[in-house]
């Protein structure tokens, strides 16, 4: 049961645990217009190892909660929890609220439609296939999103990093608005499978994933993997290019976005809603390609 997670001091009374971290990423994935919230837990003592900034990595026993609520009811609430010190030593799971929203039970098969919303929570497995792409399995905290959300820097003064970023370094996405709300999109909904390795790197070289590093938007690996490349093993579609300049329509990167419902959706599952606000970062970015 969740209750028996430590997430809460008071389930009953919605009271949370004292020693959490709330956090909100720059950017978010798209969960079909759900209200989250998240924490993280760090066992006493213990920091984050920001030794390499692009891949932390939590001590063992660090335990990240995201709850889900759909049409204003509380669905299902996340964990991700690191048992060991070995590379897969991760316990991933979702609990399912009941209707009275007093306590949620673990459902490792997910359910779909769940307390009678349209929200569908993922199986065990499901949640390994997205996370397993990132060596820390934390997708939304990171040097990248928190910096961009103004956040960093009190992980650092807080002194939760081994590493604290040096005065140079304040990250965020390259480009003017319109590219970097494009980049920083992909890089929540779709890099942490879309990265070398991601679920998806076994059938497609597409990274779209942000490194620090990248600086220009021309060096980003969203820029390298799509822009003007062949659509490789996509079949059902006369597109050529997964970005076409300038071409938002001729782009298979906006039609699979656009698709629900279908093998070719992207992302594949997780989703039953266009998310019309990310489909026009994307397809605003690569108009402005040709300018």
Partial sequence: MLSETGLYRDIASDELAPDLI??????????????????LRLPPGDRIDSSDMDHWQMPVGSVFFKEFSRDGVRVETRAIARTGPERFDYWMGAFVWNEAGTDAEFRPDGEENALGTPHDVPT??????????????????????LSA?????????DRLLSHAPSPEERFSVPGNPVVSAALGYLHANCGHCHNPNGSASPDTDMNLRLDLGQTSPTATNAYLTTVGV????????????????????????????RERGAESQMPPFATELVHDEGVAWVTDWIRSLDE
């Fill in 230 to 257: 062949e659509l490789q093993y996509f079949d059902g579609t006369e597109l050529i290019y997964r970005v076409a300049p300038g071409a938002p329509e001729a782009s298979a990167l906006v039609e699979r976005m």
């Fill in 22 to 39: 709330a956090f909100e990423p720059a950017y978010a994935l798209w969960s079909d217009g759900s209200t989250k919230r998240r924490w």
């Fill in 124 to 145: 065990s497995t499901q949640c390994g296939t997205c996370h397993n792409g990132e060596a820390g399995r934390a997708l939304g905290f990171s040097a990248l999103q």
């Fill in 149 to 157: 959300a103004g956040r960093l820097d009190q992980l650092a003064q």
